[in-house]
């Protein structure tokens, strides 16, 4: 009986914490932008009964950097390869953080017609609930991402420039912006800028990636829902415990 009364003790407090704890929730608040670099591809058409234009790639450079305000809570990376372009951020509490990454080549034109750059992305953002609402929250937890094609041709025959880009924004560190509630967002799709060229044409293309995001460290706390049969099941229990000591 002793066991007996020890074993519904603990389980009576612990129905009690239950009853009682209210728990705050927080996610890990991150942000992502990858351009999937083994899907890149320049494609040239022709026009008419022209053969498609060709193209030679030279000055190929590519950089990626990043910066964290607390780097025992907070990551960053930034995947640079044959395969991969990226930035991403990631906190598991107060913080703030940023990434970016780009490549640019340029390309030179043999023949006329139509030339087209694409690739394949994909864009996230995360944030813990933001534990203020409305207007007049300064201090939003934020994540946001973008990706972005470009291209330039300046050559004395032939000029123009064509722009793709994606992006998704959560919260607001502002005044005045008042929070929407959403907690998580993901895109992907196809990058693509295309130009019309001529022979002798040298293009400048460029693509830039960037991820950041702030957590203010305060998320909303949340009461865990107990039942009200939980009440009626503790008082058993001390029915149970006074049974136990008069045996």
């Not at 913080?95 to 994909?122: H, W």
């Not at 293309?205 to 009440?231: E, M, Q």
């Amino acid at each position: 009986m002793k066991n007996l009364k020890k074993r519904a003790f603990t389980i009576f407090s612990g129905l009690m914490m239950i009853m009682n704890a209210e728990t705050a929730l927080s996610s890990t608040t991150q942000a992502s932008a990858i351009i999937d670099w083994s899907t890149f591809s320049i494609t040239g058409y022709g026009l008419g009964l022209n053969a498609a234009p060709i193209f030679t790639l030279n000055g190929q450079s590519s950089n990626a950097s990043s910066s964290v305000s607390d780097w025992v809570s907070w990551t960053s990376d930034t995947p640079n390869n044959a395969h991969l372009l990226g930035a991403h951020i990631e906190g598991t509490g107060a913080g703030t953080g940023s990434a970016n990454a780009s490549r640019s080549a340029n390309l030179t034109i043999s023949g006329s017609g139509f030339l087209v750059i694409s690739a394949d992305y994909a864009i996230n953002a995360v944030i813990a609930a933001n534990n203020c609402y409305g207007y007049y929250c300064y201090d939003q937890n934020s994540a946001s991402a973008s990706v972005n094609f470009n291209v330039n041709n300046n050559s004395l025959i032939t000029s123009g420039s064509s722009a793709s880009q994606d992006n998704l924004s959560l919260g607001n560190p502002g005044w005045n912006n008042a929070y929407s509630g959403l907690t998580s967002a993901h895109k992907q799709g196809i990058l693509s800028v295309g130009l019309m060229v001529n022979n002798g044409d040298i293009l400048n293309f460029s693509s830039a990636l960037y991820a950041s995001a702030h957590d203010n460290g305060l998320s909303p706390i949340t009461t865990v829902p107990v039942p009200a049969a939980i009440g009626l099941f503790g008082t058993g229990l001390i029915g149970l415990v006074g049974l136990g000591r008069r045996r």
